[in-house]
């Protein structure tokens, strides 16, 4: 398992990518992340949706209007 700690957890930033574009709270991100640890790095990570381009490559052909 120690190999999985270099992973990223797609789960967590996710969340953590919705809840930058604010469509789901922080507080929901909280209550269904698996490493509140990566979800709080992913939040406060530089980039993702608030990017000059204005979204994240994980969710730039994505329309969530």
Same mark, same amino acid.
Do not use: H, M, W
């Given at each position: ?9 797609? =789960?967590?930033? @996710? +969340? ?5 574009? *604010?469509? #789901? ?13 990566? =979800?709080?790095? @992913? +939040? ?5 949706? *608030?990017? #000059? ?13």
């Amino acid at each position: 398992k120690e190999y999985l700690k270099n992973i990223i957890n797609y =789960l967590d930033f @996710y +969340l953590a990518e919705l809840c930058k574009r *604010n469509i #789901i709270s922080r507080d929901v991100a909280y209550n269904r992340c698996r490493y509140p640890d990566d =979800l709080r790095r @992913y +939040l406060t990570n530089a980039g993702g949706a *608030n990017t #000059i381009a204005g979204a994240s490559p994980l969710f730039s052909d994505l329309d969530f209007q």
